[in-house]
Nanobody, 115 residues
Framework: QVQLVESGGDLVQPGGSLRLSCAASGSIFVIYNMGWYRQAPGTQRELVAESTSGGSTDYADSVKGRFTISRDNAKNTVYLQMNSLNPEDTAVYYC?????????WGQGTQVTVSS
């Protein structure tokens, strides 16, 4: 079993920044991709950003230029730096990892952007 623990969600004003972190632990042999999805009330879960083990990254169009994903492979940790936040970024953010044991999800961390 693989556990993903997220942290960093908070209430922030429009234009502000947050940094999310997610650490993977458990019976892990290989982690391929690590990334972040989000889900706002009444909507489907959507990709925010994902990073492959080879260093490639993929971003949702809505966050390009504002969010940056990074990984520390030695620590099995992925980060999401979020800048210029706006109310449309309000959602529960879920960490995900694609491993040799399948895809796993964290419990989610709430990000609320409001004045």
């Amino acid at each position: 079993q693989v556990q993903l623990v997220e942290s960093g969600g908070d209430l922030v004003q429009p234009g502000g920044s947050l940094r999310l972190s997610c650490a993977a632990s458990g019976s892990i042999f290989v982690i391929y991709n690590m990334g972040w999805y989000r889900q706002a009330p009444g909507t489907q879960r959507e990709l925010v950003a994902e990073s492959t083990s080879g260093g490639s990254t993929d971003y949702a169009d809505s966050v390009k230029g504002r969010f940056t994903i990074s990984r520390d492979n030695a620590k099995n940790t992925v980060y999401l730096q979020m800048n210029s936040l706006n109310p449309e970024d309000t959602a529960v953010y879920y960490c995900t990892a694609l491993t040799n044991r399948g895809r796993f999800w964290g419990q989610g961390t709430q990000v609320t952007v409001s004045s």
